[in-house]
């Protein structure tokens, strides 16, 4: 497979150590028991905290598929400069490397590096979801639509302010 280094970057990044970490708030506030069939399909990038390696990305989307060995295939997708610009992609996989907890994830586009994948909230419906890491630096707010209603964006901006992240840092994804 080819992998855009945009994406290898990102990879990179969450799988390094961090010298900083979230507080225990966050780690208090992992979704203790996600259903991963009812998750998987695609998911629209609302919002997310800017890096290398989505820089200049729209219409950002990652879709999400259970294998039968129990691992998830994850593709990320999104247009470069514009709509009408290059569609980039990354294909990676995921795993649950403790079953006991599900909603703390580890994530791979590269090799052996993995990065950490929180489920931060996540509504009832499987419509709407904020996502962290291990590190402060990363956080991303996903919806099932490319656009989300005001009211359930604002609960997921309170839910990450009430966990310590700065929301001066998130910028909204343009989408179709």
């Not at 879709?63 to 610009?85: A, P």
């Amino acid at each position: 497979m080819k992998f855009n280094k945009i994406f290898i970057s990102c990879a990179f990044l969450l799988g390094c150590t961090m010298c900083s970490s979230v507080s225990d708030t966050v780690i208090s506030s992992i979704v203790k028991e996600p259903d991963a069939k009812r998750y998987m399909g695609v998911w629209y990038e609302v919002a997310r905290y800017p890096h290398s390696f989505e820089k200049g990305l729209v219409g950002v989307t990652a879709t999400y598929t259970l294998r039968d060995d129990g691992m998830i295939d994850v593709l990320n997708q999104g247009y470069d400069g514009g709509f009408e610009g290059k569609l980039k992609t990354a294909h990676g996989k995921a795993k649950i490397p403790n079953p006991a907890k599900p909603g703390k994830l580890r994530v791979s586009f590269f090799w052996i590096f993995y990065g950490d994948y929180y489920v931060l909230d996540l509504d009832s419906d499987y419509q709407h979801v904020l996502i962290g890491s291990s590190s402060p630096d990363y956080l991303w707010i996903l919806s099932r639509t490319p656009k989300m209603e005001p009211e359930v964006y604002g609960r997921l901006l309170a839910k990450a302010k009430s966990l310590g992240y700065d929301l001066s840092k998130l910028a909204q994804v343009p989408q179709k």
